[in-house]
Nanobody
Framework: QVQLVESGGGLVQAGGSLRLSCAAS????????MGWFRQAPGKEREFVAA????????DYADSVKGRFTISRDNAKKTVYLQMNSLKPDDTGVYYC????????????????WGQGTQVTVSS
């Protein structure tokens, strides 16, 4: 059974930083492109960042470029999202996702989802 478990969310002031982690089990982690998505209250879930199985390629939403960094540790079966210069608009539930395939697939239709972790940025 595939499990993606996010952690690291919380309450932070604008301008602060958080580091999210997503621990994976039940899948061949280094065969999957991993991604992060978020959903703000009253809005649809949106793509945030993705990283290929090797870590050689990444992609980011325009709204987070230059502030967020996605990385992975295949030995630990964990993907990270370092979030700096946080803004109130970054508030939402952040979801980890796994896709067997390209970043394009990861952005459009991941195979697995985590349960999410809440990030709240106060102004």
């Amino acid at each position: 059974q595939v499990q993606l478990v996010e952690s690291g969310g919380g309450l932070v002031q604008a301008g602060g930083s958080l580091r999210l982690s997503c621990a994976a089990s039940g899948l061949t982690f280094n065969a999957y492109t991993m991604g992060w998505f978020r959903q703000a209250p009253g809005k649809e879930r949106e793509f945030v960042a993705a990283i290929t199985w090797s870590g050689g390629s990444t992609d980011y939403a325009d709204s987070v470029k230059g502030r967020f960094t996605i990385s992975r540790d295949n030995a630990k079966k964990t993907v990270y999202l370092q979030m700096n210069s946080l803004k109130p608009d970054d508030t939402g539930v952040y979801y980890c996702a796994a896709a067997y395939g390209s970043i394009i697939k990861a952005k459009r239709r991941p195979d697995y989802w985590g349960q999410g972790t809440q990030v709240t940025v106060s102004s």
